[in-house]
């Protein structure tokens, strides 16, 4: 297949491609669009004075059954041939009660299926890469920037917003996700979501839940304790979920502790409606449903895309008596009352161009955040322009773009080229014209990296080589390793020797071994790095900007310090692109509560870069910290730049709790992101939901804060917090 990449200028390009879509908004849009809604004609429920809630009911009066079986699945086919957008999925609308058509499409770090009818939308740095900036603000502008784009391209409904913590490094999706901590990613995820709903476009979340590979992904068993569940997998859904008040979540393809996730009563009714108070709709994974009747009481209210068991099946379900008429309504209730309260019904979206502009100017300063300096020997960086007289370029197509993920989150932007569903896909924004405009008066050269000899010799005559590399991963499969793939270690090393002015540029799905870390001065891990990559690489690494990105998962030095040395399901000695077993298996997480660094500290195992690590071109001071209790822990301190240039730094607090709770591990309980002139120090204060210090209580089904001496522990990454003291909690 051909990977090759058309090379053109990106400005010129999207400026070319807003004249074009601009000429395609002209276009009539399809029908469904055009039928009428409650803005449009007066209904009882048009009165926008009354609740959400209210508002569906007198909707549910006036509707028959089988308009009730409409909304509860979508459809493919003819009908979705002729009225949909063409994106992810379609549920036709009730024309004659002003309930339109729900046009679902992919958003998780772009609008990846924009339809038929779409020219172009952002492709966003992963999702990983925006939690690597630890930063509230570039989360919700990312989560808003994608609201925007789904909402211009006609559809009303978003499918992002992926929930599940990093528990296997080598998970095909880990750039979907936003890292291997509960609290940061339900924070941030949180803020993204609620982001994408203020566009008045229905958010999602996804993939609920202990959904951690994609090996084996529609026959996996994954076993795990209900304590360690719903301290870290759960806890992040529901943090996120809290924060956001997202319209629905998309329960996942696995199995959990024996049962279906989109028909598991503990996971849908008792914990997510129930204890969480959820009041939106829960829709499957496109093909996750298994049964009628058992998922309709255990809590499900959607199936997706087809009503294979909830279109005809469910309904003689519901005539029979099998599933009460109220569970029906239940569904169809929390359907109506979201498309209410989010405003897709009283403000449906009006197609129009999407603006390439903004999007890549906030592509390009999420990428800024998220960038994370490794290392930074003999202060390599940042690279001095006019110093410079030769650089070189080598390796992972930098001559051309930029790397993005595969599967339903593949964004596909102006001028990349498409290699399919898993394709490799690279975003048209190269590195290497990049640095060229950032250093006019250097010779800047490129060699593939292909023939390490080659590269070497380049490397050897230049002032400095930057070498870049990739891990390319996708929905569908998992990497059999975390080494690089393609002898780019070799090509590293081989580098090194020639020239000791290396850097290394990541651009990666996840954590990857380094052999080579010590032989290289510097290391700048960039993710998948959306439409302005290469651009907001080349700013680091010039210093135009000062990187403030963090780790959101631990980077090991071997895989043999993992909780398993490989994946369960995969063959042994696979290849990148495994086959997973056809039989069913279990995902034994017997780590539990020990995901990723608190692994690390309770296994007493050093980790090649920590959870929360991350450099700056200044340096970080951390002094005079308090803790005080109170309905909310307090915890107070001064953070100083101690360096010479202005910089941002990730405070980060974590507590360990009294000895009986049972954790030999700290655990993140907040942390703040401080802009700091060189020289500035500014006082940082945490309050702590008790939620955070909380265990889980398998014998109450509720949470209980042990009575004890918490440790506090306050610093730049979880491998270092100078600053420590205990304070005194009551419980409860």
């Known amino acids: ?201 229905i958010g999602n979340i996804n993939r609920y839940a202990v959904n951690d590979q994609e090996t084996g992904r529609f026959i996996g068993n994954s076993v795990i304790g209900k304590r360690a569940m719903q301290e870290t997998d759960l806890l992040a859904f529901q943090i996120a979920i809290k924060e956001s008040n997202v319209g629905t979540v998309m329960c996942a393809y696995n199995r959990l502790n024996g049962v279906y996730a989109c028909q598991d009563p503990y996971l849908l009714s008792d914990a997510l409606k129930k204890a969480w108070g959820y009041r939106g709709w829960v829709m499957t994974d496109w093909g996750a449903a298994h049964s009628t009747v058992p998922s309709a009481l255990a809590g499900l209210d959607q199936e997706m895309p087809t009503g294979r068991f909830f279109g005809d099946p469910l309904k003689a379900a519901v005539a029979s008596g099998q599933v009460p008429m109220a569970r029906l309504d239940d569904m169809v209730h929390r359907i109506l009352r979201t498309e209410f309260a989010v405003g897709v019904i009283d403000n449906p979206p009006d197609q129009r161009p999407v603006n390439p502009f903004t999007g890549a100017d906030v592509a390009e300063r999420v990428e800024e955040r998220g960038i994370v300096l490794l290392k930074n020997g003999h202060s390599q960086l940042p690279l001095d322009a006019a110093a410079l007289r030769s650089i070189a370029v080598i390796g992972a197509h930098a001559d051309m773009g930029v790397l993005s993920g595969a599967g339903s989150d593949q964004v596909d932007a102006a001028g990349a080229r498409v290699g399919g569903w898993q394709g490799v896909v690279w975003q048209p924004s190269s590195p290497f014209k990049a640095i060229q405009a950032k ?44 080494s690089l793939p393609d002898d780019q270690d070799q090509l590293i090393s081989r580098v090194a020797a020639a020239n000791p002015h290396t850097i290394v540029v990541l651009e990666t799905g996840g954590p990857v071994t380094m052999p080579w870390v010590d032989d290289v001065n510097a290391i700048l891990e960039a993710w998948y790095p959306g439409i302005r990559g290469g651009e907001a690489i080349a700013s680091i690494l010039f210093g135009d900007v000062n990187p403030s990105g963090k780790l959101p998962v631990t980077f090991p030095k071997s895989e043999a310090d993992l909780p398993r040395l490989r994946i369960p399901g995969m063959e042994p000695g696979a290849a990148a692109r495994p086959k997973a077993s056809s039989v069913p298996f279990d995902i034994d997480y017997s780590e539990g509560m020990k995901v990723g660094y608190r692994w690390f500290e309770a296994e007493h195992k050093q980790p090649l870069f920590p959870f929360g690590f991350g450099l700056s071109y200044t340096t970080f001071s951390y002094s005079d910290l308090r803790a005080s209790p109170g309905k909310d822990l307090t915890v107070s301190f001064i953070v100083t730049n101690t360096g010479a240039r202005a910089g941002a730094e990730v405070a980060q607090a974590y507590v360990v709790l009294p000895q009986t709770a049972g954790e030999p591990f700290k655990r993140l309980v907040a942390w703040q992101k401080v802009d700091l002139a060189a020289g500035e120090n500014k006082p940082v204060t945490l309050m702590i939901d008790p939620h955070y210090l909380s265990i889980f209580n398998v014998d109450t089904n509720g949470w209980d804060l042990v009575p004890g001496e918490y440790q506090v522990l306050v610093g730049g990454s979880s491998g270092s917090t100078p600053l420590t003291t205990r304070v005194p909690l009551s419980g409860g």
Not at 71 to 78: M, R, T
Not at 461 to 471: K, L, P, T
């Open 439 to 482: 250093a006019p008066h250097a010779g800047v050269a490129y060699d593939a990296g292909t023939d390490p000899a080659a590269a070497s010799k380049l490397a050897a005559a230049s002032d400095v080589a930057i070498v870049f590399v990739q891990q390319h991963t996708s929905e569908g499969s998992d990497v059999a390793s975390l």
């Open 1 to 201: 297949m051909d990977r090759s990449l058309v090379g053109k200028d990106l400005p010129t390009a999207l400026r070319i491609l807003a004249v074009l879509t601009l000429l395609a908004a002209s276009a009539p849009s399809p029908a469904s669009a055009q039928s009428p809604t409650s803005a449009q004609t007066n209904y009882p429920w048009s009165d926008r004075t009354l609740s959400p809630d209210a508002r569906a009911d007198l909707v549910i009066a006036q509707m028959t059954l089988d308009e009730k079986i409409t909304l509860v699945h979508g459809v493919e086919g003819p009908l979705a041939q002729q009225n949909s957008l063409g994106g992810a999925g379609y549920v036709p609308g009730i024309p004659r009660l002003g309930i339109p058509a729900l046009q679902m499409t992919d958003g998780r770090s772009g609008v990846a299926n924009i339809g038929s009818r779409g020219r172009y939308a952002t492709a966003l740095p992963s999702s990983l890469a925006n939690a690597a900036s630890w930063d509230l603000e570039s989360a919700y502008q990312y989560g808003a920037l994608i609201g925007t784009e789904v909402r211009d391209l006609g559809f009303n409904v978003s499918l992002g917003g992926t929930a599940n913590i990093i528990r296997e490094p080598r998970n095909g999706r880990n750039f979907e996700c936003l890292g291997e901590d509960p609290i940061l990613v339900g924070k941030m995820l949180g803020r993204e979501l609620k982001g994408t709903q203020d566009q008045q476009v």
